[in-house]
């Protein structure tokens, strides 16, 4: 193939790159306007300017385009707390680790709106993501396996119960914090009020005294394990834009 062929190959996929992030685009701020179940394919061709054909062309359907969505809004945050360990090794404490993830929840109106506001499509996109995403989620289950077994090699966390325990736990602290919130009256604590909170509750039920003194020593390999799992969102994202 001619240098010319070469070029005008690169030239088709990074269109067809632009395309999919249109659509993907046009997804996420539908979702955020009007709630999954009343978005349509239709309505997300016209919104990115494409026909309901390309759409298709690009995403099987429309659970898979969702998916991708949420899959694009997680490297996002993945990426960030990389960023954030490797420019300051306190960032991987899981009472920083757990505030960070509140905030950023709330600061993605894609992500906060599948968590504060559409559980059932929630579920509905989790059920099916087993057979879409392939190994994805065992990878992440992984990381965060991996995550917890490095806190307690290196004593940033309580032993006593199982890494996967202690993982559990965590993750219900975090999930009980972002889900409750639509059930409760006005006039809950703001946002930043209940991160510090989260960090307390965090700090209190998981971390050893020496904590902060250990956290230079583990962010390394922390930070290196959260960047393949980057790796491998990105690279299922370029699998499901279909490019």
Known sequence: ??????????????????????????????????????????????????????????????????????LRAQSRMVERFVQEIRADPLAVLPSRVAAAAYLWVHEDPIVRAMFTGDLETLGTLSRSAAHVIGDLMEVRERTLDGYFRLLREHGLIVPGPSPAAQRHAYVAVLTGFLMIEPMLPSGVPSVADNADMVAHVVRAAFETPRASEEAAAVAPRVADLHQSLLDRLNEEIGRQKRI
């Not at 001619?2 to 790159?17: I, K, M, Y």
């Open 1 to 70: 193939m001619t240098q010319v062929d070469l070029g005008a190959v690169s030239q088709v996929e990074a269109e067809r790159d632009r395309r999919a992030e249109r659509i993907l685009d046009a997804a996420g701020e539908l979702l955020v306007a009007w709630g999954y179940p009343r978005v349509t394919v239709g309505d997300i061709a016209r919104r990115a300017g494409v026909g309901k054909g390309t759409v298709y062309l690009h995403f099987t359907t429309k659970e898979v385009l969702f998916l991708t969505v949420l």
